[in-house]
């Protein structure tokens, strides 16, 4: 069975920092983009953050630029977010998703937010930010 499942979400102030860690399991994720996307309380899903394949290409929505950073690791079959400077707007349910194929492709898929797009999915982790 092919799973991604995130992990380290929780409660934290204003200005602490969280580390997400999105496992992979029943495949190889090393041809993946990967990518993190949320969904507040009320709002729709939005695109957070990818990843190439390689690790070479990383692209981020801009309300969260330069206080989250994404990153992986093909040898654990894992991708991690590690966030930074958190907001109370930033409490949202994170999910972990992987697309295969051509890097570019894969990327405009993610950035896009195409969630029919994505080969599979992670069941998410709550983060909460409180003010």
């Known amino acids: 069975q092919v799973q991604l499942v995130e992990s380290g979400g929780g409660l934290v102030q204003a200005g602490g920092s969280l580390r997400l860690s999105c496992a992979g399991s029943?495949?190889?994720?090393?041809?993946?983009?990967m990518g993190w996307f949320r969904q507040a309380p009320g709002k729709d899903s939005e695109f957070v953050a990818a990843?190439?394949?390689?690790?070479?290409?990383?692209n981020y929505a801009d309300s969260v630029k330069g206080r989250f950073t994404i990153s992986r690791d093909n040898a654990r079959n894992s991708a991690y977010l590690q966030m930074n400077s958190l907001k109370p707007e930033d409490t949202a349910v994170y999910y972990c998703?992987?697309?295969?194929?051509?890097?570019?492709?894969?990327?405009?898929?993610?950035?896009?937010?195409?969630?029919?797009?994505?080969?599979?999915w992670g069941k998410g982790t709550l983060v909460t930010v409180s003010s």
């Open positions: 998703a992987a697309r295969s194929g051509p890097t570019t492709q894969a990327m405009d898929v993610m950035r896009g937010g195409d969630y029919s797009g994505m080969d599979y």
């Open positions: 990843i190439s394949w390689s690790g070479g290409t990383e």
């Open positions: 029943g495949r190889s994720f090393t041809g993946s983009a």
